[in-house]
């Protein structure tokens, strides 16, 4: 590789500030974003004027990045602290959010459990987990702020899936192919469900993310991200047929490069788009 290309195979740099003003006055709710995309997600909306609420299970790291993101952005932001798939919380969130800024125009269904190993690894106590964190969080979390969204005939869901679905990459079972694949049907026949009531439903699949740029000085909380859920022969394997793809950039994404995506399907402006699966992942899959 020249200097030139590997300075174009490098992931782009973390603040490139942008000059939409997309969600002035409006809601966004992102779940999972204490850390990582999600983060990343939640400062590009504030930086476009919106009030952002976080949600996340890890209560001192949602706290500190709903400070340090509002101070960073000038907008409020208010942190939500819950188990998103258990009964109950979703409401709660989206109860909380009504209360204090009296709308919601936009849900970003973020959160996740990176759990790659083999299907035969899991235990009954993991399975359960990862469908309860891949599956059941999104869910609830759209039949929550739906009756909302058709009552004020506005909204705009966001959901982040995962190019492992489509692409049939190994140790993905259950966060890609149960978790991300259940994600694109979702879409498809949620959208098909509310085209009539102003609501427009959308999935961002990435590819690979260099989701520790997400610009929190901090760093991350791993805690959530159990090192047992991807073993080092299931990851050196995944960096192995990673490297071995021909048709893909030849790099792993900036967060921020998904954001502006997602920014894009959450906002006023993706009026006419419903029910659409885009990757962002470098040309790892087409079409
Ligand atoms: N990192 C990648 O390379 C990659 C690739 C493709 C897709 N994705 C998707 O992008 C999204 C973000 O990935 P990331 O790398 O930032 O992940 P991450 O693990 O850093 O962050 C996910 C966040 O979700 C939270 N969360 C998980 N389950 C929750 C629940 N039930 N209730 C509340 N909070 C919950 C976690 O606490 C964590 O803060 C995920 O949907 C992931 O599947 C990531």
């Given at each position: 590789?020249?200097?030139?290309?590997?300075?174009?195979?490098?992931?782009?740099?973390?603040?490139?500030?942008?000059?939409?003003?997309?969600?002035?006055?409006?809601?966004?709710?992102?779940?999972?974003?204490?850390?990582?995309?999600?983060?990343?997600?939640?400062?590009?909306?504030?930086?476009?004027?919106?009030?952002?609420?976080?949600?996340?299970?890890?209560?001192?790291?949602?706290?500190?990045?709903?400070?340090?993101?509002?101070?960073?952005?000038?907008?409020?932001?208010?942190?939500?602290?819950?188990?998103?798939?258990?009964?109950?919380?979703?409401?709660?969130?989206?109860?909380?959010?009504?209360?204090?800024?009296?709308?919601?125009?936009?849900?970003?269904?973020?959160?996740?459990?990176?759990?790659?190993?083999?299907?035969?690894?899991?235990?009954?106590?993991?399975?359960?987990?990862?469908?309860?964190?891949?599956?059941?969080?999104?869910?609830?979390?759209?039949?929550?702020?739906?009756?909302?969204?058709?009552?004020?005939?506005?909204?705009?869901?966001?959901?982040?899936?995962?190019?492992?679905?489509?692409?049939?990459?190994?140790?993905?079972?259950?966060?890609?192919?149960?978790?991300?694949?259940?994600?694109?049907?979702?879409?498809?026949?949620?959208?098909?469900?509310?085209?009539?009531?102003?609501?427009?439903?959308?999935?961002?699949?990435?590819?690979?993310?260099?989701?520790?740029?997400?610009?929190?000085?901090?760093?991350?909380?791993?805690?959530?991200r159990d090192p047992s859920w991807n073993p080092p022969e299931a990851m050196a394997e995944l960096a192995r047929l990673s490297r071995s793809r021909p048709n893909s950039m030849g790099r792993i994404s900036h967060p921020t490069e998904v954001a502006a995506a997602v920014a894009f399907f959450a906002s006023p402006e993706a009026s006419?788009?419903?029910?659409?699966?885009?990757?962002?992942?470098?040309?790892?899959?087409?079409?």
């Open positions: 590789m020249n200097a030139q290309t590997q300075a174009d195979s490098k992931t782009a740099p973390f603040a490139i500030p942008t000059q939409c003003r997309r969600f002035e006055g409006r809601v966004v709710v992102v779940t999972g974003a204490a850390q990582g995309l999600g983060r990343v997600i939640a400062r590009r909306v504030a930086e476009e004027g919106a009030s952002v609420v976080i949600c996340d299970v890890n209560e001192a790291q949602t706290q500190r990045a709903a400070q340090r993101l509002a101070q960073e952005t000038g907008r409020p932001f208010l942190a939500f602290v819950g188990d998103l798939s258990a009964e109950g919380v979703a409401d709660r969130m989206v109860a909380q959010t009504l209360e204090r800024f009296g709308r919601i125009d936009t849900l970003v269904n973020n959160a996740a459990a990176l759990i790659r190993m083999p299907l035969v690894d899991f235990t009954e106590e993991l399975l359960r987990k990862a469908v309860d964190w891949n599956v059941w969080n999104t869910l609830r979390c759209c039949k929550a702020v739906l009756p909302t969204m058709i009552e004020r005939h506005y909204g705009r869901i966001v959901n982040i899936g995962g190019e492992a679905w489509r692409t049939g990459a190994p140790f993905h079972t259950l966060l890609a192919g149960v978790g991300k694949g259940s994600m694109v049907g979702l879409t498809v026949t949620l959208a098909g469900e509310t085209l009539r009531q102003g609501i427009t439903v959308n999935c961002v699949s990435p590819g690979g993310i260099d989701s520790e740029a997400d610009g929190d000085p901090e760093g991350r909380a791993l805690a959530v006419y788009v419903t029910g659409q699966h885009v990757g962002v992942s470098g040309g790892m899959a087409m079409i």
